[in-house]
């Protein structure tokens, strides 16, 4: 079960693998459940994505959607809270009916019950087809950070100090940085149909080598998926310049 490798010239031939992957699921089954993240990486991938609805009349409108992680305590007005990001990048450009679109919210009175409710979503939605994602720097994926088990699920964590000052380029300042959020498990990540995790410039080259050639730890929780049957990385040339080839490439 290695974890299949896409190494291309530049993000946005990221962008444009990522995205053709995506609508050819949507064309084979046009009620598919994706997952989505957020982050600079997958911008690029939803441009190109609202490009073929509007172009080539690519159609989410039977779609049903779950995002990986959300910060606690952001209204969804907030701009950098992920549900605003998702609106602007994504969902308010294609055919989305928003009920179909499910993210954490951060600001639920009891964020256990959140959890257990995001769970019970993804199973009552049937599961996710295809999960979108990218990863931190230190090897995190949604929000789940170093120290995050396989079989962790849907709940409220504390975000890692590195990964506040990485996220602090999209505030004012540091201290506005939300330290909790709710983050699905690296558990129900494992459970979609197919992961695709995308990559790019050479910051995340360590953490993408972990990943895929590290032993499998929760001190680098995206190793684990190397555990998953269907799991590709696309990653850019800098992100994959750290790699040592004894896996497959294709
Ligand atoms: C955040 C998100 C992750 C994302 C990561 C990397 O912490 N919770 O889902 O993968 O940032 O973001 P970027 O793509 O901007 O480097």
């Known amino acids: 079960m290695a974890i299949q490798l896409d190494i291309v ?21 046009p009620n598919a459940v994706l997952g989505l993240a957020t ?4 911008v690029p991938t939803y441009k190109r994505l609202v490009q073929m609805h509007r172009k080539n009349g690519l159609s989410f409108a039977h779609i049903t959607t779950f995002n990986l992680d959300e910060y606690v305590g952001l209204p969804e007005s907030h701009e950098q809270s992920y549900r605003f990001f998702m609106h602007q990048n994504f969902f308010q450009h294609i055919d989305i009916p928003p009920e179909q679109t499910h993210i954490p919210n951060g600001l639920a009175p009891d964020p256990d019950q959140e959890c257990e409710a995001f769970e019970s979503k993804i199973q009552s939605a049937g599961g996710v087809d295809l999960w979108l994602l990218g990863i931190g720097h230190n090897g995190h994926i949604a929000f789940n950070e170093p120290g995050s088990s396989s079989d962790s699920r849907t709940r409220l964590i504390s975000i890692a100090p590195e990964t506040i000052t990485a996220n602090s380029r999209f505030f004012d300042h540091p201290s506005q940085v939300p330290r909790q959020a709710l983050t699905v498990g690296v558990a129900t990540i494992l459970e979609a149909g197919k992961i695709l995790l995308l990559a790019t410039g050479k910051d995340k080259a ?18 684990a998926l190397q555990h998953h049957p269907d799991c590709t990385f696309i990653l850019d040339q800098e992100a994959a310049s750290l790699m040592t080839f004894t896996h497959s490439t294709r």
């Open 9 to 29: 010239e530049t993000p946005d031939k990221v962008a444009q693998k990522a995205a053709s992957i995506v609508a050819n699921l949507i064309q084979a089954k």
């Open 39 to 42: 982050g600079s990486t997958p």
């Open 206 to 223: 360590l953490a993408v080598s972990k990943a895929m050639n590290g032993p499998v730890s929760p001190n680098w929780p995206a190793s």
